[in-house]
């Protein structure tokens, strides 16, 4: 009797093309799937149509032509984006984006969610596609605190919808944590926990109860913090301390990459207070 040749459960070398792509900086693994499909990533001069393929560092990938770098080591920074600008890579009206206004000497990032035009305050960028997605799924959970500035003498039990849970238009907002801070005048302050990121979810959670968001800051995501970040400054997180509150793997720290660590939470003056223009 004679048998067929026997099929193998081991799987192919390499990796799956869009982590490669995604572990480069050249775009998350979504965004690279789809530009596979749109027929711009080429694998040894032939372009592909299908993510469905394993590389190796012996194969020469393009990206629109462009040869794609090998990949680097893993790297996190916070950055205090100002007021004014989107989290878009570009924009078609024109208007300055986040990566318009970072340091020439940065490397090819990406944002780790977005801000919206006219929020302001810590913004985590990575070279690394896979730990951009795995910041922001919803699994992760990490609760985000921001300083919320609104128009009016709002009362604590104002909030009380916030604080169950809201649905607006049919999409359901969590339940948000609130603290009523201070009353600046004929504005008050907020403290907003949340541990979502729907577009503009803070702005519409709070029109929904009848006030208005003159100014939002985001000061923390999950460990990390703005601390005191000048607006448009950008901030290196030592791998050490990345490796840890990301649970990597280890890997060897190359001398000189580490910049400061985020600094530990510490009781400070009302935000309020120095955001007073």
């Known amino acids: 009797m004679r048998y067929g040749p026997r099929m193998s459960n081991t ?61 680097e080591p893993s790297r996190l920074w916070l950055y205090h984006k100002p007021s004014g600008l989107v989290t878009t890579t570009r924009d078609e009206k024109g208007r300055a984006t986040i990566f318009d206004k970072l340091p020439e000497d940065m490397p090819r990032v990406m944002s780790v969610g977005r801000l919206d035009l006219n929020s302001e305050g810590l913004l985590l960028l990575t070279n690394d596609g896979g730990i951009k997605r795995k910041l922001e799924l919803p699994a992760t959970g990490w609760l985000r605190k921001y300083r919320v500035r609104v128009n009016g003498r709002p009362k604590d039990e104002d909030f009380a919808p916030l604080r169950k849970g809201l649905v607006i238009e049919g999409e359901r907002f969590q339940p948000m944590t609130v603290t009523l801070d201070r009353q600046q005048g004929a504005n008050a302050w907020l403290t907003i926990g ?84």
Do not use: C, H, W
């Open 11 to 71: 799987p192919p070398p390499g990796d799956r093309i869009a982590k490669v792509l995604a572990r480069a900086g050249v775009a998350s693994r979504r965004e690279a799937e789809r530009m596979i499909e749109a027929g711009r990533v080429a694998v040894n001069g032939k372009a592909i149509d299908s993510p469905a393929l394993n590389v190796t560092a012996k194969d020469k990938i393009t990206v629109d032509g462009k040869p794609v770098s090998e990949p």
């Open 194 to 277: 949340l541990r979502e990121g729907k577009n503009r979810e803070i702005r519409r959670a709070i029109e929904d109860i009848g006030l208005t968001v003159n100014r939002l800051l985001r000061v923390s995501y999950g460990p990390f913090q703005l601390g005191d970040l000048k607006p448009g400054a950008v901030e290196e997180i030592r791998r050490r301390v990345m490796r840890d509150q990301l649970g990597l793997d280890a890997e060897a720290e190359p001398e000189g990459t580490a910049k400061k660590a985020p600094r530990p939470q510490r009781k400070r003056a009302p935000v309020g207070k120095k955001l007073r223009k």
